[in-house]
């Protein structure tokens, strides 16, 4: 499945690993289209570049936002299982809204208020819906390394990752498992955990500029899976508004590396700040003018 390293950048081909996919495979039509499932490995995944945003309020219509940009995925949000039915969730309008084919759930932090029985739960939740909703692309497992590193906090406990992960795989092990790193400290964390796909955060705006590198770096840390990067329009470690010159800047690396088979897709957070400020919007569909959806 995975081609040899590339010794220019001692990268793998990331669009080319989910092109193998198609050798000797299964292939499952669901109403997101036809998704591509190898016979040798234990995930599914989009063989097309996952072109995403993040929104987890209600109160946002993304659907105009949608349409302009062009998105394909979006990273939904919704209250830990307790019995709701999937038509009484976010998640389940993000899916109905035109040019969206796949979603991304969400296992929220421990110490924003998510109980570890919530998470399990939760887990087994969106599992069970994977089975019959291929638009589920993923689950993923919210600010991961920081929530071990404050248990004392409430976060969730290495231990308490792995039997959430277990519960989810359990159920269906080809459901993908996302979780994010944050460049640069991050990158020195060893991530030994059954985990699929990788989102790549530039949350650290100091570092914006090393972009390039820190990239090259992750793709020879996550050999094999998935990586995506990813960028906050309005958050950040300086909680500022990056300028026009770095955010174009980093789409414009981001849809490089996509169409070079580096990356498998690139996210922007969130749509509310894509309505806020709409020139963002149309920077965004700028960068991805260019980008080889084939």
Excluded at 64 to 90: A, C, I, M, R
Excluded at 211 to 217: C, G, M, S, T
Excluded at 254 to 277: A, M, P, S, T, Y
């Amino acid at each position: 499945m995975i081609e040899p390293s590339s010794k220019a950048t001692g990268a793998v081909s990331r669009r080319t690993l989910l092109r193998q996919f198609a050798g000797g495979a299964l292939l499952a039509t669901t109403s997101a289209g036809v998704r591509i499932t190898s016979a040798s490995e234990s995930v599914t995944f989009p063989s097309e570049p996952l072109i995403s945003v993040w929104e987890h309020s209600a109160k946002v219509d993304i659907a105009p936002t949608v349409k302009e940009v062009g998105f394909n995925t979006v990273w939904t949000h919704d209250k830990p299982y307790s019995g709701q039915k999937l038509e009484e969730t976010l998640m389940y309008i993000h899916m109905r809204t035109p040019g969206i084919k796949y979603v991304i759930a969400k296992i929220e932090r421990g110490i924003w208020g998510w109980k570890f029985d919530q998470a399990m739960a939760h887990a087994e939740w969106i599992a069970n819906l994977s089975l019959t909703r291929g638009e589920i692309v993923g689950l993923y497992l919210n600010d991961f390394i920081e929530e071990m590193e404050k248990t004392n906090e409430g976060g969730h406990s290495a231990s308490e990752f792995r039997q959430i992960i277990a519960k989810a795989k359990s159920i269906n092990p080809r459901l993908p498992i996302w979780v994010p790193c944050y460049p640069p400290r991050e990158l020195e964390k060893p991530f030994d955990f059954d985990i699929d796909a990788i989102i790549f955060s530039f949350y650290n705006t100091k570092v914006l500029q090393d972009h390039a590198k820190l990239v090259d770096q992750a793709l020879k840390k996550f050999p094999g899976k998935p990586l995506m990067g990813s960028v906050y329009l309005n958050a950040g470690s300086e909680r500022r508004w990056l300028n026009e010159q770095e955010y174009k800047q980093l789409l414009d690396f981001f849809v490089q590396d996509i169409n070079e088979g580096k990356l498998c897709g690139l996210r922007i957070f969130r749509v509310e700040n894509l309505q806020q400020r709409p020139e963002y919007a149309t920077w965004a569909k700028e960068a991805l003018a260019n980008l080889k959806r084939t």
